[in-house]
DNA sequence: TTCGAAGCCTAGTAATACAAGGCATGGAAG
DNA sequence: CTTCCATGCCTTGTATTACTAGGCTTCGAA
């Protein structure tokens, strides 16, 4: 579950590849997660619909070799600068997050 | 929005402070994420509830020498153990986000 | 011809953090 | 004395969101 930050991930995936058509996408993120992130179409295609609609990422219909269809994404302008501060915002997060695991101080910081 | 994670968050937060009634576990999450999540009551109670409910948690009625009410929570065993596999996944969530986020190999890794 | 993989899509569902409210008490300020 | 803020607890409703479970088409292999 990866709630909240499916954007940022779908936005680092296109960012990294170029473009890609929704399948590819979600290899692409199986593959650079290290397996971890193998979403099904049902997350993804609607988050693509989403991004798109917000304007942050746009498509073009082409036809393969194999002659089938495909729906190729790439980032806006927008997309871009979208995902610049999607990642300032999650290494705040994940910091704030570290600071709650990590700190074994009960009260104030010592000396 | 830190959706999936409140409950390492509220758990890691009880296992520092040792024991806390609700309003403190709110100001402990606070001081110890440097400021960044400051939750509102109505995400802490039902979380407090819920992990309760759980049984991560118990609590007890007490007394403060102001003569207020409070419920003082703690982890139970099954809680901390909960809190270790939390950290776990954690640890391969925010891996899997850097090496989406962070690598720029385009294809294979090369040698 | 039959089946799986590629490739797209949608409608519905469950979970969840949060907003917005309510209620009570103690102490300080007026 | 009253008024207000901080402390301290709680619940109901809501929007978001990822996901389940379906459906549709075409290609290629068995």
Partial sequence: MLKGHLDMI????LAAAGSAHGY?????IKRRSGGAFDLPEGTI????HRLEQAGLLKSTWTTADSGRRRRVYS?????T????????????FSDAIGGLLGGN???????
């Fill in 10 to 13: 779908v936005l680092a995936a």
């Fill in 24 to 28: 590819a996408v979600i290899e692409e």
């Fill in 45 to 48: 295609y609607p988050a693509l």
């Fill in 105 to 111: 101080r009960p009260r104030e910081t010592p000396a």
């Fill in 75 to 79: 980032l806006t302008r927008t997309g």
């Fill in 81 to 92: 600068r979208a995902l610049v501060e999607r990642r300032a915002v999650w290494k705040q």
